[in-house]
């Protein structure tokens, strides 16, 4: 479906009237002099960028568990145990039985977004103890998840529980902002479709906004913790 | 004018400021610690290689993004449609909120919750739909502060309630909203969370702000801490974004660098917790996110900029590094600036969108000592800005004091004049005289007046150089 | 070396001792020092107001002034960064634009000229004192000069310098806003002068007479007790050698 654009024309004459010149039809985007973006953890080595990572969770108060492969259920289960179980929101995501998890989480209260369930999903997310999701990119400056949400694995996952337990395979680690953008902008200079919600995500919601005091826990959720999975 | 905060003239809201001494000891305290953070997260941190080089970078994409405006916006407006949103041009705070009335109403929306935005108190957009019967909630911890007490005013653009302690805090939650606990922040947090969480659930249109959109990819980028945002574009049914018009790159590559340069600028954080892209979304089955897009694009004045010496303040990135240096911010506090953008940005941005006979104060109210210039990421000169300010004031745009302008035409006779200016040097310690007493003046007077009822003012000196440095160089030829 | 003096208006009103102090500092550097006659003032407190063709007709005349100069040096960053601002008041006069870059190129601000033109920092000064530095804004913010005045007053001997809290916030001076806006500066002055007794230092030191003049001014009317002294007072001051000309007939106003 077609959005609809109003009174388009006359502002944005304005804007060319001012700038002085006619409506541009097009636009050559320079190469950016300066670029340092790039230049930032460059040629570091994956196991470095596991180093950086786990360092920057700390300020971010997120807590990291490395874990094999072969020992993420394991993990996994502790880590909900240690976060008081209770009920459990989980997206429809492959990389759960990829990563043979669904065995694990059989035993507890577990809702797998179901969208034929329509409204019942955001109530059962809202009610949950823990949200468990899986990062998509993961970069190692400022410890964030990069989550491309879509229907099946929906926002609300590691948004509206308590806890949000966040999958972190190593092969998904990147330096840093930059890679993860630039993933995106190849997409849609491709002329794919991007997700409609990309999140990028680094710790618990905060905030300082009463007296410069630090506040972990307002919105979102109140403890995040990444399973660093060691996959490469 | 809803841009515009309290009606007293500048020196007794200024006034008024000083004397308030929490709020002043708050505002040092906030730079202080802002200052800090910023440092080391900018200039302090190697990793980043040169923090200059991150500020030409965003000082030049910009520059381009605004110097092509036009292109980029209708840009916007095409890929955000092709997604299924709807994009509305508003010239006017009015038909911003003409618009945003229209789709609520349509939808018979009763509850609307909101996140963080400076251009929707400058529109006054909750008032507007206050007005059509919509109960509105401001969800930002800050803004939900200010607006359950009484609808207080924002003193800072990233910390709004800057201005209050958490006794304050706590006694308004009780008195308005039955909170029952103590003035710790945790308790105070715990509790809104609480409260907003039900307003999020019922609420059936969600509206934002916008740090940055992306034009190829119809994209709404939000930076925050709290998870609001994320809240408000999730639950709700219909989202409304408003930016104004200058808040967009070209494409994810420029967003990478500007939200690098505002988290690291705004909090010292290296991200905030949340970065989030928000696009129209297709899938019609799609559970949590809103089923109808509108994205509200205000010039509000911004244009009149466009084009003159004064297009960089709209490069502008709302970070408030400027105001987080600023001297004069410290000692008078955001509501003394009487508009919602305050310090060295409002000074420059305020009289631009609501012109010199409401903000024509505020481009004095600087000692030019240019730390806002130094601090700001994307390098606008905002100590020059304020001089060309005073410039079309003092030429015709707003009321200079006729008696400043007589001194300065003085001034411009004095200091061409060697002869003119050697006489008056000569005379000043004699005409001077009978105000001074051991080499200082305490109560000058005329023009020296305002600099004595602080300070003495120090008496010409009798001793003249030119004659000392002839002789000087005279003895010295002798000597030779 | 040909040096030009450009000793501020301020200074020649108020402090002509350091427009003396800093002739015989430069000399005792070797330095063949000039004072062209036709200088007055920088026209910064016009142009900062806003009076952009009043600044022009004082800029002109210095431009004129300072024509035939080598060096030009003066004991203000903020006069200093006024010369340089000038090729910006002419963008639209090819002739005077071209003069003033000329005149923006060969200015230097003292302790700039000395550490970075002629390579000096110990200039066998001596002032046994607890003092701390005024870091001013124009010095360090537009010229961009924030180590020479440091590295100069390091080799001062039995000078004991002790950092300024919060230094890089303005005194309040700033030029007219110091008498248009006296409310705000009086607070800005106040906070300066309580970081400096925090310090504990007896005497002030900074670059500019402006700043100088409001803190002291400041100082004077709270009836408090810390020295304000310019750069080029403490470099003047000589244990031996320099004694002769060293303190040659004084008589400052308030410094």
């Known amino acids: 479906?077609?959005?609809?654009?109003?009174?388009?024309?006359?502002?944005?004459?304005t804007i060319a009237e001012r700038l002085g010149r006619q409506r541009k039809q097009s636009v050559n985007k320079p190469e950016w002099n300066d670029q340092p973006q790039f230049d930032v953890y460059k040629?570091?080595?994956?196991?470095?960028?596991l180093d950086r990572f786990k360092q920057a969770c700390e300020p971010v108060h997120t807590e990291v568990r490395e874990t094999s492969v072969s020992e993420l259920p394991n993990q996994l289960k502790e880590t909900i145990m240690d976060y008081g179980s209770g009920s459990i929101v989980i997206g429809k995501d492959q990389r759960f039985v990829d990563f043979g998890l669904m065995p694990t989480l059989k035993p507890f209260d577990v809702h797998e977004w179901d969208i034929q369930l329509g409204q019942e999903n955001i109530d059962k997310a809202a009610q949950a103890n823990i949200g468990i999701s899986f990062s998509d990119i993961s970069l190692a400056e400022s410890g964030t998840t990069v989550f491309l949400s879509d229907k099946h694995k929906a926002r609300s996952i590691n948004l509206l529980p308590y806890c949000s337990i966040v999958i972190v395979a190593k092969s998904t680690l990147v330096p840093r902002i930059t890679q993860a953008m630039r993933i995106i902008d190849q997409r849609v200079k491709a002329g794919e479709t991007i997700e409609p919600y990309i999140n990028m995500i680094s710790g618990p919601s905060n905030s300082a906004d009463i007296e410069m005091n630090l506040v972990v826990g307002v919105h979102g959720p109140v403890k995040v913790v990444y399973l660093l999975v060691r996959d490469c | 004018m809803p841009m515009k905060i309290g009606t007293e003239p500048f020196f007794e809201r200024v006034d008024r400021s000083i004397h308030d001494d929490f709020m002043r000891q708050a505002m040092a305290s906030a730079q202080d610690r802002l200052r800090g953070r910023k440092l080391e997260a900018t200039v302090g941190d190697d990793s980043l290689i040169d923090w200059e080089l991150w500020r030409n970078a965003g000082e030049e994409i910009r520059r381009h993004t605004l110097e092509?405006?036009?292109?980029?916006?209708e840009q916007l407006s095409e890929s955000y449609a092709a997604r299924g949103g709807h994009v509305f041009f508003a010239a006017t705070a009015e038909e911003a909120n003409r618009y945003i009335q229209e789709v609520v109403q349509k939808k018979q929306a009763k509850h609307v919750v909101k996140a963080k935005s400076m251009v929707t108190e400058e529109i006054g957009l909750n008032e507007a739909l206050e007005a059509v019967g919509c109960d509105v909630l401001e969800s930002d911890l800050a803004e939900y502060i200010l607006q359950i007490d009484d609808h207080d005013r924002p003193s800072h653009i990233v910390v709004p309630s800057l201005h209050k302690n958490k006794e304050q805090i706590r006694d308004t939650f009780r008195e308005k909203r039955g909170y029952t606990k103590s003035e710790k922040p945790e308790e105070l947090a715990a509790f809104a969370r609480e409260e907003l969480r039900e307003a999020f659930l019922k609420a059936e249109v969600g509206i934002?702000?916008?740090?940055f959109a992306v034009a190829d990819s119809g994209t709404v980028a939000l930076v925050t801490n709290e998870g609001n945002a994320n809240m408000v574009t999730t639950l709700p049914d219909t989202q409304i974004t408003v930016m104004g018009m200058e808040r967009i790159v070209p494409s994810w590559e420029e967003l990478d660098v500007l939200v690098t340069l505002l988290c690291r600028s705004a909090v010292g954080q290296k991200l905030t917790t949340y970065v989030t892209g928000l696009s129209p979304d297709l899938e019609a089955d799609s559970v949590d996110s809103p089923k109808d897009y509108h994205l509200v694009i205000v010039d509000g004045g911004r244009s009149k900029a466009l084009g003159t010496e004064f297009q960089s303040a709209l490069h502008c990135i709302r970070c408030a590094a400027c105001v987080n240096v600023c001297p004069v911010y410290r000692h008078i506090g955001g509501h003394a600036y009487g508009s919602i953008y305050q310090g060295p940005i409002g000074a420059v941005l305020s009289p631009i969108l609501g012109g010199y006979e409401e903000y024509g104060e505020l481009p004095?109210?600087?000692?030019?000592?240019a730390a806002c210039t130094e601090a700001c990421p994307v390098k606008i000169p905002l100590h020059e800005l304020l001089i060309k300010h005073r410039q079309r004031y003092v030429s015709g745009g707003g009321h200079p004091k006729a008696s400043e302008k007589l001194s300065m035409k003085v001034f411009g006779i004095g200091a061409s004049s060697p002869s003119l200016f050697q006489m008056a040097k000569g005379m000043a310690p004699a005409m001077l005289s009978p105000f001074t007493k051991e080499k200082r003046i305490e109560k000058g007077p005329g023009p020296m007046k305002p600099w004595t009822e602080i300070r003495d003012f120090p008496a010409p000196s009798r001793d003249n150089f030119r004659k000392w440095f002839d002789e000087h160089k005279k003895k010295a030829g002798d000597d030779q | 070396m040909k040096v030009s003096l450009f000793v501020t208006c301020l200074s020649e009103m108020f402090y002509p001792h350091v427009a003396k102090d800093m002739t015989e500092v430069l000399e005792r550097l070797n330095c063949d020092v000039?004072?062209?006659k036709g200088q007055i003032c920088c026209g910064q407190p016009a142009f900062n107001s806003g009076y952009l063709e009043d600044a022009k007709k004082a800029a002109k005349q210095m431009i004129t002034a300072f024509d035939g100069a080598e060096y030009v040096v003066t004991p203000s960053g903020s006069c200093a960064a006024m010369f340089k601002e000038y090729p910006s008041m002419f963008a639209d006069d090819a002739t005077w634009k071209q003069q003033a870059e000329a005149l923006a190129d060969k200015t230097y601000e003292l302790c700039q000229f000395i550490v970075n033109v002629l390579g000096v920092e110990d200039l066998g000064a001596s002032f046994p004192a607890k003092a701390t530095y005024?870091?001013?804004?124009?010095m360090t913010r537009l010229l961009g000069e924030t180590e020479a005045p440091f590295k100069l007053l390091s080799h001062v001997k039995g000078l004991e310098l002790v950092p300024l809290k919060n230094n890089y916030d303005c005194c309040g001076f700033g030029g007219t806003f110091s008498v248009k806006m006296v409310p705000i500066s009086e607070q800005m002055v106040d906070e300066k002068i309580r970081?400096?007794?925090?310090?504990e230092a007896e005497v002030l030191i900074g670059a500019d007479n402006g700043c100088l003049m409001n803190i002291q001014g400041r100082i004077n009317r709270q009836g408090k007790r810390i020295k304000v002294l310019h750069i080029a007072e403490i470099l003047n001051h000589q244990q031996k050698g320099g004694a002769e000309y060293a303190n040659e007939n004084r008589d400052g106003a308030l410094l």
Do not use: K
């Open chain 1, 1 to 13: 479906m077609q959005g609809t654009i109003q009174n388009r024309e006359g502002f944005l004459n």
């Open chain 1, 43 to 49: 040629g570091a080595t994956q196991d470095q960028l």
């Open chain 2, 68 to 73: 092509n405006l036009d292109f980029y916006l």
């Open chain 2, 208 to 211: 934002t702000g916008c740090n």
């Open chain 2, 364 to 369: 004095y109210a600087s000692s030019l000592c």
């Open chain 3, 34 to 36: 000039e004072f062209p």
């Open chain 3, 134 to 138: 005024h870091t001013s804004c124009h």
């Open chain 3, 195 to 199: 970081h400096v007794e925090e310090t």
